[in-house]
């Protein structure tokens, strides 16, 4: 019964979609094609069923992805006609080397499966960079950047490095581009359904009953991250988001630059940030905390497959800086 559904729905909605990218797309850049994409598809999966014990959808009509809530058969064909090519950027600075094999060898598994992907390793110790077997069409890019003596200054760090590097080499090689954590491993699928212009993942510790004044958002207006209390939809991670390549590129780093010219620090440095960011810029998809789990916390019912988690660790034994 569900493959003859998934069938009819490919041929009634999904089918018509792609004819339309191959035939009214004149434009050929990745960016065209996508959002067309997106308004002449995103309406057809409304035939789908949802879940009732969820929110589906954002207040800003963007989906809100959940397990249950989309076809992976259907959305992985959509996406694979379009062939893209997804960039995933990670940070693996000192001692963080440790987790580039657990990452890299179950996003192998796990992570866009049969798509290009190319992983970028931003490293300060190029000679501990895993060496694995990948899949076809798959390929590893290393990226040195100076060592660091704070935590802090990695993080704070990532989208000045990012940013430079797509003007150097990334946007030649890709259509999409994923910030990751490396300390996390996937456990399972976590596909094209993810893609859009802008996708963001609601962070597992305040997504149920969290209001919005008691987000961690920036509340200090001095810090260009800041954020009032009566302002606010979600709160996001930045250990996993994405988007068309160059709406990532889009987020600029200037604004945590000139925090610390100012000497001033944002309460979770780029997080805080990206959230102040994604408040006035809304994310096209929003990922639920599926996206991005921890093992540090149990799993709640509404959370029906963990695709990536963030492991446990001894902070004071990774970090430059300890747990400070």
């Known amino acids: 019964v569900v493959w003859v559904f998934t069938c009819y729905i490919y041929v009634i909605f999904i089918y018509p979609c792609i ?71 990670v940070f693996a600075v000192g001692k963080y080397t440790r987790f580039l094999k657990g990452f890299l060898e179950s996003g192998e598994k796990y992570f866009l499966v049969d798509f290009r992907v190319t992983y970028y390793i931003f490293t300060d110790n190029e000679q501990d960079v895993t060496k694995i ?39 030649n090689e890709a259509d999409y581009l994923y910030m990751m954590d490396i300390d996390s491993v996937f456990h399972s699928r976590f596909g094209a359904e993810s893609l859009s212009q802008l996708s963001a993942v609601l962070h597992r510790g305040y997504y149920k009953n969290t209001q919005r004044d008691q987000f961690p958002y920036e509340r200090r207006p001095e810090s260009k991250a800041f954020i009032p209390n009566d302002e606010g939809d979600y709160y996001y991670t930045a250990a996993v988001w994405g988007g068309y390549l160059e709406d990532m590129y889009k987020y600029c780093y200037t604004q945590s630059e ?24 809304k994310p096209t998809k929003v990922l639920s905390p599926e996206y991005l789990w921890s093992d540090y916390d149990s799993i709640p019912q509404d959370i029906k497959v963990v695709r990536i988690s963030q492991l446990v660790k001894n902070y004071a034994e990774v970090r430059p800086n300890g747990g400070q």
């Open 19 to 89: 004819f339309s990218l191959e035939h009214q797309t004149t434009d050929h850049s990745w960016t065209k094609t996508g959002k067309l994409l997106n308004k002449v598809c995103i309406h057809n999966f409304s035939v789908l069923p949802r879940r009732t014990d969820v929110n589906s959808v954002t207040n800003w009509n963007a989906p809100l992805v959940w397990e249950g809530t989309f076809d992976p058969v259907v959305i992985d064909a959509i996406y694979k006609k379009m062939d893209p090519r997804v960039a995933v950027v």
């Open 133 to 171: 077997k990948l899949g076809k069409g798959r390929t590893l890019s290393v990226v040195t950047i100076p060592s660091a003596k704070r935590w802090q200054e990695v993080v704070l760090g990532r989208m000045k490095w990012t940013t430079i590097t797509i003007d150097k080499q990334i946007r």
């Open 258 to 281: 000139e925090d610390a010219k100012n000497e001033i620090e944002a309460v979770w440095q780029e997080e805080s940030h990206l959230n102040k960011y994604l408040l006035y810029n």
